[in-house]
């Protein structure tokens, strides 16, 4: 098994541009979800999908983030436009039937 | 509202002591517990998981997390390190009604020396 595949690894942006993340769940899981990691706020959950479906997105920081899941197999969590403040390490997990998450190896995004 | 918390966000220890990571989480209703681990650079992996049954669980690495529904514990213990085990490690609750969502600790970040 592949585990969960995300890209980019690394992706360094300016200020105001549109950012894509990208990522792939372990096939046959039917939960995704999306996290921030950072030194001040350590891992916060973004928003997760049950079956392609959003179920919580209280965690998405504004409207400037947005995610969707159209099949159960790709999930893309977009900022636009980004801001320095969105610097941080973007991980994606999947589950089935809502147990142990297993996790990507994130994107290290930077905004300058 | 649930919450968990590792008290401690440092623990240097020397290569062949016991070490004991601690983790408290608050939640009204049954949970399933995780402890994960965060090597540098990388992403998450799972270390053990408490779900059901026996509350002593171990990790093919030689660590044991034990469930104490009481004192709303689950503490990461290893009788002896190795330098290879300096990394961040993470406790995690999911109340079993929320569909999977983790609420994470802040992480340990346990420095094995030589």
């Known amino acids: 098994d592949a585990g969960v595949i995300q890209s980019p690894r690394h992706e360094v942006t300016e200020m105001g541009q549109e950012v894509t993340l990208r990522c792939k769940p372990i096939?046959?899981?039917?939960?995704l979800f999306w996290y921030r990691q950072t030194m001040m706020r350590g891992l916060e959950l973004l928003i997760y999908f049950n079956n392609n479906v959003p179920i919580d997105d209280s965690g998405m920081p504004e409207d400037r983030f947005s995610a969707k899941m159209p099949n159960a197999s790709f999930s893309t969590l977009k900022i636009q436009p980004s801001e320095p403040r969105d610097s941080a390490v973007y991980f994606c997990?999947?589950?089935?039937?809502?147990?142990?998450?297993?996790f990507g190896p994130g994107t290290r995004l930077l905004v300058l | 509202a649930q919450s968990v918390t590792q008290l401690d966000s440092q623990v240097p220890v020397f290569e062949e002591a016991p070490v004991e990571l601690r983790c408290n989480y608050s939640?009204?209703?049954?949970?399933?517990l995780f402890w994960y681990v965060q090597y540098p650079n990388q992403g998450l992996q799972l270390l053990l998981k408490y779900l059901s049954g026996s509350t002593l669980v171990e990790s093919i690495n030689g660590f044991e997390a034990e469930f104490n529904k009481s004192q709303t514990s689950f503490h990461l213990r290893k009788p002896s390190v190795h330098i290879s085990d300096t990394a961040e490690y993470f406790c995690?609750?999911?109340?079993?009604?929320?569909?999977?969502?983790?609420?994470f600790g802040q992480g340990t970040e346990l420095s094995v020396k030589p």
């Open positions: 096939s046959g899981h039917n939960s």
């Open positions: 995690a609750v999911s109340e079993n009604n929320q569909g999977g969502k983790l609420i």
């Open positions: 939640s009204s209703v049954s949970v399933y």
């Open positions: 997990a999947s589950s089935w039937g809502g147990e142990t998450q297993y």
